[in-house]
């Protein structure tokens, strides 16, 4: 039996603001049990829903030294789906509102804190992994620590760790002689083959640095940023470690996101009874949102953050032109302003046709993936991306940009060879995403067999977890043996 211990930032269902969540939530439980015992550690915080801190149970505490002060460090623990979760307990550093709260030092010294508390905590709870998975910047210093802490003793030494980005745009950044003061790490760590990166010392680096192995989360994604455009100022590192670099989709919750069993819709339906029971869901969100009841009009879809990330900038130039066309258009989601504002404009314009909600909710989000006809994806980079496997489980077609993880999951339908799975385009362009749509009206219209058949194809297709899974479970057995 092997240990591994998952250390992440967010962790359904305790807490989440984006996809890593959903991945640290769902993928442990899909390890063979008699092979690995997979623990994750999060931080407890003190925004965290009331019903999950009911759950937990105290198990131990003592003091760590941080930034010159020695701080309180409490472990919790809880069993939930046949998963442990240790939680690390400091109200000082995790009290605030939201789990990134705060200017961007109190956010480097608050996962310092719980980087150097993820080791310290190893022999009190008496669990020693063999290997430690790391996820984005919040865990960069895990590794560091690690090669730091092998000079305490032997119980240190040999624990790998895979260093896993979901995302290389948030990297841990701020200068070094701050980060150094908080850390305590010697003046060693903070060369530019190491940590430091433009003068500045950079935690996501670090950890990049020290991993045995790096991970991040699609094949196109880890090609991607070994190049200048993508590769967010650490391309060149990304190029030194491209031996060690490898690329596996994530996974999605085939339990949480099943079209058959999904009780937040208005009426269930399998790859066999889409052509019947789908339309009942248009016409239940048609009502619910005002929109004209019409269960012929080919209905968008669009759940999103609401950022030039995630090509909204490229939206906002076709917008006018698209709701010119016989379509419906349903956005879910906040982010910048303007693109807040540009939604409810539109709604306000085309009313019963257009409708914004900007905010989130669960439960609409289910209810957009099993009503709409087509989902519009056309983002700037997309290191994984969860929605377009959200949308091809339910049948709902995505239109997306060749990119990341978009690139590897939706394959561009042939109408010669009736192939493919979705739409897709190369180039950043807006003209190309609404040529892109307006093909993918066409085929919605005029050949609807066809229509059909990608439907049948989308649904098919197999993203759950089991596949990325036993890719990290070669990745695991690479590092640590069977």
Sequence with gaps: MKNILFASSECVPFIKTGGLADVVGSLPKYFDKKKYDVRVVLPKYTCMNQKWKDMLEYENHFYMDIAGVDQYVGIL??????????????????????????????????FAFF??????????????????????????????????????????????????IHNLKFQGVWDTKTVQGITGLPDYY?????MEAYKDANLLKGGIVYADKVTTVSQTYAQEIKTPFFGEGLD?????????????VNGLDYEE??????????????????????????AALQEELGLEKDPKIMMIGMVSRLTDQKGFDLVDY??????????????LGTGEAKYENMFRHFAWKYSGKVSANIFYSEDLSHKIYASCDAFLMPSLFEPCGLSQLM??????????RETGGLKDTVEPYNEFEKTGTGFSFCNYN??????????????????????NKIVERAMNMDFSWKNSARQYDDLYKSLIGE
């Design 77 to 110: 623990k809880c069993v939930y789906d046949n998963i442990t979760f240790y939680f690390i307990d400091n109200e000082y550093y995790f009290g605030g509102f939201a789990p990134y709260d705060g200017d961007p030092k109190w956010n480097i010294e608050k």
């Design 115 to 164: 980087s150097k508390a993820v080791l310290s905590i190893l022999p009190v709870i008496g669990f020693r992994p063999e290997l430690i998975h790391c996820h984005d910047w919040q865990t960069g210093l895990i590794p560091v620590y690690l090669d730091n802490f092998r000079y305490l003793g032997e119980y240190y030494r040999g624990i790998k760790t895979v260093m896993t």
């Design 190 to 194: 903070f060369a530019p083959d190491k």
């Design 236 to 248: 060149g590192l990304m190029q030194a470690r491209s031996n060690d670099l490898s690329g596996i």
């Design 257 to 282: 996101y099943c079209p058959f069993k999904d009780n937040r819709i208005a009426k269930k339906f399998t790859v066999d009874t889409f052509r019947k029971n789908k339309p009942y869901n248009k």
């Design 318 to 331: 076709i917008m006018d032109d698209l709701c010119q066309d016989a379509v419906q258009i349903v956005v």
């Design 391 to 400: 949308s091809l489980r339910y049948g709902t077609i995505p239109i997306v």
């Design 430 to 451: 807006a003209q190309e995403v609404l040529n892109t749509v307006r093909y993918a009206e066409r085929i919605y219209y005029d050949k609807k067999r066809d229509w």
